[in-house]
């Protein structure tokens, strides 16, 4: 029988989620073949809804898909990201992002069947944002899912902590949610190795319209372009918020136009996103391995459209509403490799809206590939998620907007 949104809000309430099946309701909901249909057109045959949590993470939202979908082709979740980036299944990333369903901060992550890859794994997950984005990692994302599927029941909930693994395209993320209640409480990620190559730092990029700019980029999980707000005479306060949004967006297209990079052990080519920092600082602490603690506070700089420099009314993005998992991953990682920060040393990341993650590098590691090896550190990032509403995301079939749309009051362009 299919979970509807009156079912998923009575199990959300309900102590005892050891007596519902949600491997068996998943399984029928998410897994549906179509024989030789494309995705998106087959889907009809599933009734034409998506059962999805809503959450959010430091302020930033997550659509959390756990039902509905078909099945994704795929022998690893690298392939299966690739798949859905094809416009039939990229279908339903507008579905849910675009308007009238979505908005221009929402983002979607599509839960699926592990591949066995990774034998410890609970589920697969892929991510889906603006602008045809699909994150191979996402730290405010899997904390939103992490809280959904053990406050649905999916995965069964073990006080005072619950620990089990999610397979993404960057790879094996383990989760340890501290729950309390019933409820996830706070949520922390081991997230995958991130690095900054002595090659990515102090590099010059020339931005039209504003002059040579010093960036460092970064991988946490996306290729990050790290910029000192300071030097540009940025303040990261809300009021700014446009601003900064045009400047990031514009810097951010440049490097990736004019600094290429790639991860060493999969395709995942150039900067996806910008992140600009600022009052970083040392402060005494009593939590922790150590005595002080590194703070600091950014302004995550994301797509909501195609940038074209000969359309300046497309020069804008939007802004990451929280400290961001894998931006404070990177900006760790960057830290790091400039002396900055220690092993075991906490990492206070404060978002545009006064939100805050906490990372910590936990050890040193090498990725070695055929061309390089490249030092880089494994980094937790904890924070907190919360839900706020159950829906099924449905498309009629005489709905005249399926894959939604984009108007140029609140999109940074009408094309992806």
Known sequence: MRLVTSELHHLARTSTRTAFNSRTWYSRAST????SKPAFEGWGASGRRLQCVDCHAGGEPARVVLGGLPTV???????????????DFDAFRKLLLLEPRGYPCQNANFVIPPTGCHPTAAYGVVIAEQGHVY?????????????????????????????????TPAGLVSVRAECKHGKVVQVTLRNVASFCRPADMDVEIDVPEVGKVTVDVAYGGMFYAIVDASTLGLQLLPKHGREICRLGEMIKTACREQHPVNHPEFDYPGCDILVFTGNQRREATQTGPRTTRLC???????????????RPETWTGMLDRSPCGTGTSAVMAQLHARGT??????????????????GRLLEEVLITS???????????????????????????????FPEGYLVGDIWSGTDE
């Open 32 to 35: 549906q073949k179509f024989a």
């Open 73 to 87: 082709p795929g022998r690893s979740m690298v392939e299966k990201r690739l798949r859905m980036m094809e416009p």
């Open 135 to 167: 994150p191979a990692m996402s730290g405010h994302n899997l904390m939103c899912v992490a809280t959904a599927l053990l406050e649905t029941g999916m995965v069964r909930m073990v006080e005072p902590s619950t620990d089990f693994d999610l397979e």
């Open 296 to 310: 600091g506070k950014n302004a995550v700089v994301m797509s909501n459209g195609s940038l074209r420099w000969d």
């Open 341 to 358: 920060l220690a092993l075991e040393e906490d990492f206070v990341h404060e978002s545009i809206v006064g939100t805050h993650f906490t």
């Open 370 to 400: 055929a061309s390089e090896s490249i030092k880089a550190v494994v980094p937790t990032i904890s924070g907190r998620a919360w839900i706020t509403q159950y829906c099924d995301v449905v498309c009629d079939p005489s709905d005249p």
